[in-house]
């Protein structure tokens, strides 16, 4: 019986590669010349640091240039919220999302049924989500539905097997 897995992953090496791109085209830029505008990655999170609120702005849109020329989906970026810092300066917290949630399991597995050709059937997994049918073509015509649907992550069509 032919089968695929559902997943959404970031691969962190395209995201370590983009943030130290990002972070030396700030330290090189004129608009950014004494904003001591940071950006770190640590583990699953992106820390921006910058003087003004403008800056920061700036700073994000940078950074997203660089995920998007290395082909990282933005869908993954979890910005958290404007904190302020020491002296008047602001900073940001992005979380990067790994992995399908149980709610977003549930809605993968609802839209399989809802919208999938009839003998198509999923399970959620973990973090992924595994599909099964009688047919490729079926399953086919399933990654095509799955991918013009937004669920809000990225995902990745993995493990095709006859």
Do not use: W
């Amino acid at each position: 019986m032919p089968t695929f897995d559902v997943l959404s992953e970031v691969d962190m090496q395209e995201v370590k590669n983009a943030v130290d791109q990002a972070s030396r085209e700030v330290t090189t830029r004129f608009d950014f010349k004494n904003t001591e505008s940071t950006i770190e990655l640590n583990d699953h999170e992106i820390r921006l640091h910058s003087a003004t609120d403008d800056r920061l702005r700036a700073l994000i849109v940078v950074l997203e240039e660089k995920l998007v020329k290395r082909k990282v989906s933005l869908k993954a970026l979890d910005p958290g919220k404007v904190e302020e810092a020491a002296k008047g300066a602001v900073r940001q917290t992005i979380t990067l999302k790994a992995g399908i949630s149980a709610d977003n399991a549930r809605a993968i597995n609802r839209f399989i049924k809802d919208k999938a050709p009839k003998g198509v059937g999923s399970s959620t997994q973990g973090d992924q989500v595994r599909v099964t049918a009688k047919k490729r073509d079926d399953l086919q015509a399933t990654i095509a539905a799955l991918k013009a649907e937004d669920f809000g992550i990225p995902l990745q069509f993995e493990n095709f097997r006859d």
